[in-house]
């Protein structure tokens, strides 16, 4: 089964700086690669997915990952964050087991500073 | 709005106790899933479902029973509460068509379980 790591535990940020999220994934192949963002209080919510053709993929709210096959990683990134991305984020990747159900990574809590 | 409910959102158990989260989906989707979330462990797959009538065991299982009855609902049940089962409870849903604009999840808000 496949499995994630994110690099990250706790990225703290101030308004306008550059993020970049870590997140790898156990094992090539075909591979369906997803973020997720969980704003405080609420449920998770898509920001971006890969399936296949071009490897930066764009998401809502000015995010964007790019899949590098030959890395297993599928990094998230935004050129300026704002306070309001204040937020949990969730790297996933479809597993081929329980039915074709999502292994998430554990996790990246983002605090951006006003 | 069109989307993945979660009944109830808050329950606080004594331990031994029993009880059952309900998941409805208005989607048509045919995957359904529970998980549950912990502080620094993310989302762990407890049951899930591929069509209505079936069911099968995910990472976390022990301690849980699901039911699909309705293609519409996935419903969680705890027959005898323990502490250790004191988290989070997420139901996803999704389509099986992976060509579909909207291919990924879609979550309920949450049921915040505390096992006292």
């Known amino acids: 089964a496949q499995s994630v790591s994110q690099h990250n535990h706790h990225v703290i940020l101030s308004e306008a700086a550059s993020l970049e999220l870590g997140c790898n994934y156990s094992y090539g192949g075909t591979v369906n690669l997803f973020w997720y963002v969980q704003y405080p209080g609420q449920h998770l919510q898509l920001l971006l997915k890969y399936f296949s053709g071009d490897p930066l993929v764009k998401g809502i709210k000015g995010f964007e990952a790019e899949f590098i096959k030959s890395k297993f990683s599928f990094n998230l990134r935004k050129p300026s964050v704002q306070w309001s991305d204040t937020a949990e984020y969730f790297c996933?990747?479809?597993?081929?087991?329980?039915?074709?159900?999502?292994?998430f990574g554990p996790g990246t809590r983002l605090s951006v500073l006003p | 709005n069109a989307g993945v409910t979660q009944t109830p959102k808050f329950r606080v158990l004594k331990t031994g106790q029993s009880m059952t989260l309900l998941c409805a989906q208005d989607?048509?989707?045919?995957?359904m899933y529970w998980y549950r979330q912990d502080p620094g462990m993310g989302l762990r797959l407890i049951h899930y479902?591929?069509?209505?009538?079936?069911?099968a065991k995910g990472e976390v299982p022990d301690g849980y029973n699901v039911s699909r009855l309705k293609k519409q609902n996935f419903l969680l049940g705890l027959e005898s509460a323990a502490p250790s089962q004191t988290s989070v409870y997420f139901c996803?849903?999704?389509?099986?068509?992976?060509?579909?604009?909207?291919?990924?999840?879609?979550f309920g808000s949450g049921t915040r379980l505390t096992v006292v």
């Open positions: 479902s591929v069509g209505e009538g079936t069911t």
């Open positions: 996933a990747v479809m597993d081929d087991n329980y039915g074709q159900n999502f292994v």
């Open positions: 989607m048509n989707h045919e995957y």
């Open positions: 996803a849903s999704r389509t099986d068509r992976t060509h579909d604009k909207n291919y990924g999840y879609t």
